[in-house]
């Protein structure tokens, strides 16, 4: 279920690094492309990947992410083509953890069961299913655990004590530590300094934490390294990158990544040994 988040992260520790993961849509702009960004990505330097099957209400989500889950669903990137990304990333990269952030929709829709029989089949190690509050998330977390799926779980400030136990309860492989509230976006300064926060979690044996929303640049990865975060997710910035390649290309041209590669290199830099000291 987590033995990909473990090596990982054992790895990681070994070598005093702190793990970097970017997000994207799959199938953001089409199917083919999509493939080439997510080689680009762990060729870059991505530690594990973190990756959003396209809906059409996400209520977590700013408007970069919102524009790549409607260019996805424009090209007809449902689960089941969703899933075959996936699928092909993993037979390239056998030891690369693949995460999904989802909504409730997308487990519900084939059935709970259904759902991640396929996840599991594609590769994929871990789901956080974004819009279901811990005290309903018992039925997801026992069919995920029934396929060998890791169930993630959101914490924040304001989180309840008694949520936060929950959250380290049940969930496996990565802890989503919010840096702020509100959507996703990378245009709203991140709040890094959660060590109250990462505190009660260890002490409440919650997996590793990972700090995602705004962060958006390598001052931000070596800042909640430095107070104490196992990793950092970044999805807006990432996304807002692709964005601006996939405008530059138009249509169905190819795709320029520099830019995006550049980007993953830098926050990848940022979790290095004295970037966070």
């Given amino acids: 279920m987590t033995e990909r988040y473990e090596r990982m992260f054992a790895h990681l520790r070994a070598r005093q690094e702190g793990a970097f993961v970017p997000f994207t849509v799959l199938g953001d702009p089409d199917l083919t492309r999509s493939l080439e960004v997510l080689r680009a990505l762990?060729?870059?330097?991505?530690?594990?990947?973190?990756l959003g099957i396209a809906f059409s209400d996400p209520v977590a989500d700013g408007p970069v992410i919102q524009r790549a889950d409607r260019r996805a669903l424009q090209a007809g990137a449902r689960t089941v083509a969703a899933l075959e990304l996936v699928r092909a990333v993993r037979r390239e990269h056998s030891d690369v953890p693949i995460g999904l952030l989802i909504y409730a929709s997308l487990v519900e829709a084939p059935g709970l069961d259904a759902f991640?029989?396929?996840?599991?089949?594609?590769?994929?190690?871990?789901v956080l299913v974004a819009d279901v509050p811990t005290l309903e998330a018992e039925p997801f977390v026992r069919a995920a655990t029934v396929h060998g799926v890791a169930p993630v779980f959101i914490a924040a400030?304001?989180?309840p004590h008694q949520h936060l136990a929950t959250v380290a309860r049940l969930g496996r492989a990565y802890t989503y530590v919010l840096t702020r509230t509100g959507v996703t976006g990378a245009d709203t300064e991140a709040k890094t300094d959660h060590r109250a926060l990462l505190a009660t979690?260890?002490?409440?044996?919650?997996p590793?934490?990972?700090?995602?929303?705004?962060?958006?640049?390598?001052a931000h990865a070596c800042a909640a390294l430095a107070h104490g975060a196992a990793g950092v997710i970044s999805g807006s910035?990432?996304?807002g990158r692709l964005e601006?390649?996939?405008?530059?290309?138009g249509g169905s041209g190819s795709l320029d990544l520099s830019r995006l590669s550049s980007f993953v290199r830098e926050m990848k830099a940022a979790t290095l040994p004295g970037a966070h000291a």
Avoid: C
């Fill in 157 to 159: 400030d304001n989180t």
């Fill in 244 to 249: 601006t390649a996939i405008g530059a290309a």
């Fill in 237 to 239: 910035a990432v996304v």
């Fill in 116 to 126: 991640y029989a396929r996840a599991a089949d594609a590769g994929v190690d871990s």
């Fill in 201 to 206: 979690l260890a002490d409440l044996g919650a």
């Fill in 42 to 50: 762990v060729t870059a330097g991505a530690d594990a990947l973190e």
């Fill in 208 to 218: 590793p934490p990972l700090l995602g929303f705004g962060i958006a640049t390598p």
